[in-house]
């Protein structure tokens, strides 16, 4: 009795629109003795070739119509494809009309996603989703015990070589990998479809939602030695690696948060990041200006961080950085000289950032809970002008205002609870990620007093709101003279009253920047 590992493939289906290395696998199947059948361009390419080919109109008995919409969707090619040999009424209803097993498929799919890359119209979307190719690959994968589905390119060589050692055969084994591949495949396809219409419709918030993402590149590991990574999606399309040793897990996160802060800033700006928290962060008229600033908050932590600047980083700055140990520098671009010199560095990551590209992206943030994950929009918004509240007696000076907007910036890219203290162009304390808000404030005042850096005359941004007046009081003990915060705690007139008490200036935002 017939069985998949000893079903020989006589009869094969190639209809491709990627063409690579099609040639070559289909001479292979001819020498095997396997007869070809094929459509359109591929028939021609084989045909040109000198491959034995033939119209998949012979098996159909109907002509390509609806210019090549309906070619393959016809019962004699879907029975080819999904006859089971194994069972006696399948056999004998092929042989009562006629058709005949197609034993191997070949197909890859209309080029939906880089249509889709070229900014393409509509109509030219529509007509690039293929409809024939994933039936009759659904149907072959379905069906692999009988018929080998093949859709990658980089299997063609291994199929050809398992089919000479296995006398023209393919294992049941091997037809089950084939198979899950065409099911990722189609899913992946059709997850990228689902997008463009989710986009095209303007629908936030689908019902069900498909992430359509490929193995850009394999990490050593996670956060720890012990746990497996790969990194998936586009993410080297927005930095791009120029020189040192390969990305690791937490880099790659890490790299993410410094883009995401630095593109907030027009003014020359570099910001440091150490465990997604920037450690410090400075404007100035050039980057090495700014770097000093930046680095004068915390003359520590940025050992082993990533530095990113908004600028293309010139030899001054390169050679400014280069005396202390940096896992990732980042920049738009960098001079040749300045890239001639950090690199002497063979392990210190050298990144060039589109931040373009990465602005365009910032649309939804995805965080993985057990079971699932959440679907945010990302927090692109900062609160302008006309909506900030002064609600203190004081109002705030222009150098005080200058400040808290700055503050105010660098705060909604600070782990909760946040409390940055800041002047008109750079960052004097930052308290990170604390599970009360004075301790926060008591931490940034801490560290700014442990860098030598003077705090009286600061100003204080919070991510939210103060829910007792204790955090300005610690901050105004501190030295602060002015803050910015959202508002909206029931004792709101109890922190107004503190500020008051104290002499300083307060403004609401109306709007809070948590950062889980």
């Known amino acids: 009795m017939i069985t998949p590992d000893t079903h020989k493939i006589k009869r094969a289906l190639i209809s491709v629109s990627d063409k690579a290395g099609i040639v070559e696998f289909a001479k292979e199947l001819d020498a095997l003795g396997v007869e070809i059948f094929s459509t359109g361009g591929t028939k021609n390419k084989l045909k040109e070739a000198g491959i034995p080919v033939k119209s998949v109109s012979d098996i159909t008995g109907f002509p390509e119509i609806l210019d090549g919409r309906v070619k393959t969707l016809h019962p004699a090619v879907h029975a080819g494809l999904l006859a089971r040999l194994d069972l006696e009424n399948h056999i004998k209803q092929m042989d009562e009309h006629n058709l005949a097993s197609i034993d191997l498929l070949c197909v890859n799919l209309y080029p939906f996603e880089e249509t889709l890359l070229k900014g393409s119209p509509h109509k030219d979307m529509i007509e690039n989703i293929d409809?024939?190719?994933?039936t009759m690959l659904r149907s072959a994968a379905k069906n692999y015990l009988w018929t080998a589905p093949v859709v990658n390119p980089n299997q063609y060589e291994e199929i050809i070589n398992n089919m000479k050692s296995s006398d023209g055969c393919l294992t049941e084994s091997y037809r089950e990998k084939l198979a899950g591949e065409v099911f990722t495949h189609t899913a992946y396809y059709d997850s990228i479809i689902s997008g463009y219409f989710r986009d095209y419709n303007k629908i936030e918030v689908p019902d069900t939602l498909s992430i359509p993402?490929?193995?850009?590149q394999p990490l050593r590991y996670g956060e720890n030695p012990h746990q497996n990574a790969v990194l998936y999606g586009n993410f080297t399309k927005h930095f791009k690696q120029l020189h040192g040793k390969e990305l690791s897990y937490n880099n790659i996160i890490d790299i993410d948060a410094a883009g995401k802060l630095i593109i907030e800033f027009t003014d020359p700006t570099v910001a440091i990041i150490k465990h997604t928290n920037p450690c410090g962060v400075g404007t100035g008229n050039t980057l090495t200006e700014a770097y000093n600033k930046a680095f004068a908050t915390d003359t520590v932590?940025?050992?082993?961080g990533i530095i990113t600047v908004n600028r293309t980083l010139d030899l001054e700055t390169a050679e400014t950085i280069h005396g202390i140990f940096t896992e990732v520098i980042i920049a738009p671009e960098f001079t040749a000289e300045a890239l001639e010199l950090l690199s002497k560095?063979?392990?210190?990551r050298l990144i060039t950032a589109n931040y373009d590209s990465l602005r365009k992206m910032l649309k939804y943030d995805y965080k993985s809970v057990t079971g699932g994950f959440l679907c945010q929009a990302t927090d692109t918004e900062l609160m302008s002008d006309e909506g900030l509240k002064v609600v203190s007696k004081r109002q705030p000076t222009e150098a005080e205002m200058k400040s808290l907007k700055f503050g105010w910036i660098v705060c909604k890219h600070v782990k909760s609870n946040a409390i940055v203290y800041t002047v008109d162009d750079r960052t004097i304390g930052i308290g990170a990620g604390q599970m009360s808000r004075v301790d926060s404030a008591r931490i940034g005042a801490a560290k700014?007093?442990?860098?030598?850096?003077?705090?009286?005359?600061t100003t204080v941004a919070s991510d939210a709101f103060f829910p007792f007046a204790d955090g300005v009081e610690q901050a105004a003990e501190a030295g602060a003279t002015a803050v910015i915060q959202p508002g909206g705690s029931v004792r709101d007139e109890e922190v107004i009253a503190a500020a008051d008490k104290l002499g300083i200036a307060m403004v609401f935002t109306g709007q809070r920047h948590f950062r889980h």
Not at 213 to 216: H, R, S, T, V, Y
Not at 345 to 348: D, E, L
Request: hydrophobic fraction near 35%; proline fraction near 8%; avoid cysteine.
């Open 448 to 457: 700014a007093e442990l860098m030598g850096l003077e705090i009286k005359g």
């Open 301 to 304: 932590s940025p050992f082993g």
């Open 345 to 348: 560095k063979k392990n210190r």
């Open 213 to 216: 993402l490929q193995i850009e």
């Open 131 to 134: 409809i024939g190719g994933p």
